[in-house]
């Protein structure tokens, strides 16, 4: 369970992380749209799980892995944000978030069902 600290962390990290995924490395992402969908923080605050969702790209996972090759830069853009509130920027691990993935094939598969209402 995080602390309260560590949720108030992770959620200014997900607010700029936002701001500077959708306003500020549109030639790093070209026309996809990314949603920081959640950050967990380390106990220390020294280490952020950034969860990304996705829509408009083909490669899923070429564009995940571009984000991480330059992950030096976005958490150099991070600190510009958040360097005066924090003692230390956190290091960024980037992961797909599928749920929404997920969620759609659970739907298709209930509706394959074909379940006659009660």
């Not at 995940?64 to 958040?82: M, N, P, Q, T, V």
Request: no cysteine; charged share 30%.
């Amino acid at each position: 369970m995080e602390s309260k600290r560590q949720l108030k962390f992770s959620k200014m990290i997900q607010k700029d992380l936002g701001d500077i995924f959708h306003h500020e490395i549109q030639d790093l992402i070209g026309k996809a749209f990314i949603t920081v969908t959640l950050v967990r923080m380390s106990p220390d605050l020294g280490v952020a799980k950034v969860y990304l969702s996705m829509m408009m790209v083909e490669d899923k996972q070429k564009l995940i892995d571009h984000i991480i090759e330059r992950k030096g830069y976005i958490r150099k853009l991070l600190s510009a944000r958040i360097g005066k509130k924090v003692r230390v920027i956190p290091e960024l691990m980037f992961f797909l978030d599928d749920s929404m993935e997920y969620s759609e094939n659970i739907d298709r598969i209930l509706k394959n069902l074909n379940i006659p209402p009660e």
